[in-house]
DNA sequence: CAAGAATCCTGTCAGC
DNA sequence: TGCTGACAGGATTCTT
C-alpha cells in the first residue's frame, strides 16, 4: 500500500508523537517478518529518547540519542497506529508496539508481514544494503531529466518497471507511476530506453508534481496526519487512472477516438493509462 | 547481465 | 450463505 507519499506521511505522524520524548517500553509480538527481526531490537528501544526521524525512498528511519536508527518498511499492508492513553482494545497483526513515556501506543500492524524492521548504528545508514542501492530522492535534488535519461539509457524494458525499480529512482509504486505516466502522457508500455529529451522533461516535474500533491493530500485530509482511528498516513486520494478502467480520460474530454482508461498488466502488475493520450 | 516469473503472507471481493 | 479463485499499493530471489 504505502508509496513515498503515505510513508512521508506516516514519518511526520511518527515524529509528532514520539520526536523529544522517551519510549518507556518496546515489544516484538511476532519476529518473523519480512526478515527476521534482530532479537535484541526492543530491548535497545526500551528507555531509548527518539532525536529525530528521516525518510529514505519508502523506508523510515528513527534515530535515537545513543547512536541508533530503527529502521522501518510498511511492506505491502503495513500500518501504524496510534493511540492515547487508556485501555486499548486487542488488535489483530499488532507485531510490535512501543509506548511513550505520556502513555500513548504505537504499533506496527501488518496482516501479510512484507514489512521490516531493523536496528542499525546511525553513522551506517547509507551503507545498509537495504538503503545502499537505492536511486536518487524524486523529490531532492539529484532527480533531474539529465540523471533520469542516464538511469534508463539502454533499458530495453517497459518504462513502467523502470520506474518501479528502486535503484532508478526510490519511493514510486504501482499508483504513483501510473498516475505519473498519465500527466507525462507517456505510455507504460514504452521503451525505458527511449524516454529522453522532451518525454524525460516532461517526466520528472510529472513525478515530483504527482508526489508532492499527494504528501500535501494526506498532510491536510488527517488532522496532524492521524485519523480518528489512530491510523497514520492513509488518505483518500482522487486517482485519475489508477483502479479506473473503463472510465472516462481527462486528458481528451469529447473525443470520440479516446475509448477511455485502459487496464493491462505488466510483469504481473496492472497498469491504467490512457492509450490515446499516452505514447 | 538484464528481464520476467515466482515467491513470501493474509484479507477482500466477485462470481458461482 | 459458503466456497473458490483472482487480486492487492513491495521487493527479493530464482530462472531464462
Not at 541508533?68 to 487508556?86: E, K, Y
Not at 499488532?94 to 513515556?101: A, G, I, K, N
Request: glycine content about 10%; overall charge positive.
Amino acid at each position: 500500500m504505502p508509496e513515498l507519499p503515505e510513508v512521508e506521511t506516516v514519518m511526520r505522524g511518527l515524529a509528532a508523537r514520539l520526536q523529544g520524548r522517551r519510549i518507556v517500553r518496546a515489544d516484538m509480538r511476532r519476529a518473523d517478518l519480512r526478515w527476521p527481526v534482530p532479537s535484541g531490537l526492543a530491548a535497545a528501544l526500551t528507555g531509548a529518547n527518539v532525536a529525530s526521524f528521516a525518510r529514505r525512498g519508502k523506508y523510515i528511519l528513527m534515530r535515537l540519542q545513543g547512536g541508533d536508527s530503527l529502521l522501518l518498511h510498511l511492506g505491502m499492508s503495513g500500518r501504524m497506529i496510534i493511540t492515547p492513553p487508556g485501555p486499548a482494545a486487542p488488535v489483530l497483526h499488532e507485531h510490535f508496539v512501543m509506548q511513550t513515556e505520556d502513555g500513548f501506543r504505537i504499533a506496527l500492524v501488518d496482516p501479510r508481514r512484507f514489512g521490516s524492521l531493523d536496528l542499525l548504528p546511525t553513522s551506517e545508514e547509507a551503507s545498509h544494503p537495504l538503503l545502499a542501492g537505492l536511486g536518487p530522492e524524486p523529490l531532492g535534488p539529484d532527480f533531474t531529466a539529465a540523471k533520469l535519461s542516464a538511469a534508463l539509457a539502454g533499458r530495453r524494458t517497459p518504462i513502467k518497471a523502470a520506474l518501479l525499480d528502486q535503484r532508478v529512482v526510490a519511493g514510486l509504486g504501482n499508483i504513483y507511476v501510473c498516475e505519473a505516466l498519465f500527466r507525462a502522457r507517456i505510455s507504460p508500455r514504452r521503451l525505458a530506453a527511449s524516454v529522453a529529451g522532451a518525454r524525460a522533461a516532461r517526466l520528472v516535474p510529472a513525478i515530483v508534481a504527482t508526489l508532492t500533491e499527494a504528501i500535501a493530500a494526506g498532510g491536510s485530509s488527517l488532522r496532524d496526519y492521524v485519523q480518528p482511528s489512530g491510523e497514520l498516513g492513509y488518505f483518500q486520494h482522487a486517482w485519475k487512472v489508477y483502479g479506473r478502467a473503463g472510465a472516462a480520460c481527462e486528458l481528451c474530454p469529447g473525443k470520440p477516438a479516446c475509448s477511455g482508461i485502459s487496464r493491462i498488466v505488466q510483469s504481473g502488475r496492472s497498469s491504467f493509462f490512457c492509450p490515446r493520450s499516452q505514447r
